[in-house]
């Protein structure tokens, strides 16, 4: 589905689901409606099933559902308290930041590198909450396109603007782990809500550039973004 099999506004059956990847139907049957669950597909009344198509409005709003509930996991960690081998990682990860800012973040090795760090600290952020139905939640939301830790859409038109993007985010995560490490689970809470606020503002500020709503619909389930003007 979100390798690009299906397209968005496709009529899906069991029959044909089934022939085109090799499979009974009832598992074919069984993976449609998981899909269903997850969003990616929409079953209508008298419609049958068709592949869901997510426009940036619904993507953001996702990404700002995924604050809330990671504002919740970061007042939890400071709260219940954060061991020191998971402090240690998340300190490393920031540092590690810090140097990529330093030297710019301008090639595609450093944004790489930049992206699996930031996955990485919200990952521990989640698993110092201590609690596994924030991690499903939130997992089940990163199937929308662009919705992931992953999903980092960097400015094209600007490395100006995008290096202050990034500085912002990197304040904002060592804002977030020095109130849970003082134990300020209230001040945690707000600053990861504005992160994912901030999040959600830069994508449609992006996106706006035609040749980055190109690549973003490059990556895995990005077919499923509306087009422009759609």
Not at 134 to 142: D, E, R
Request: charged residues 25%; hydrophobic residues 40%.
């Amino acid at each position: 589905m979100l390798g690009g099999l299906y397209v968005p506004g496709e009529k899906l059956r069991e029959v044909s689901v089934a022939n085109s990847l090799n499979v009974s139907r009832t598992l074919a049957r069984l993976a449609m409606s998981e899909l269903e669950h997850e969003g990616l597909l929409v079953r209508e009344p008298n419609r049958g099933t068709r592949v869901r198509e997510f426009t940036i409005q619904e993507i953001t709003d996702a990404i700002e559902v995924r604050g809330e509930l990671e504002a919740m996991a970061v007042r939890l960690a400071a709260e219940k308290g954060v061991s020191d081998s998971l402090a240690s990682e998340m300190e490393a990860l920031l540092n590690r930041s810090e140097d990529l800012l330093a030297s710019g973040v301008g090639d595609e090795v450093q944004r790489e590198e930049w992206i699996n760090i930031n996955e990485s600290f919200h990952d521990l952020l989640v698993i110092s909450s201590g609690n596994w139905a924030i991690k499903t939640a939130i997992s089940q939301l990163a199937r929308i396109p662009l919705v992931s830790t992953r999903s980092i859409i960097f400015d094209r038109e600007s490395k100006e603007t995008n290096l202050l993007q990034l500085q912002s985010a990197h304040v904002d995560h060592c804002i977030i782990l020095s109130s849970i490490l003082s134990r300020q689970g209230q001040r945690a809470e707000a600053r990861m809500r504005e992160h994912a606020y901030s999040n959600s503002r830069n994508k449609k500020i992006n996106l706006a550039n035609p040749d980055t709503m190109l690549l973003a619909r490059s990556l895995p389930g990005g077919v499923l973004i509306a087009k422009p003007n759609a």
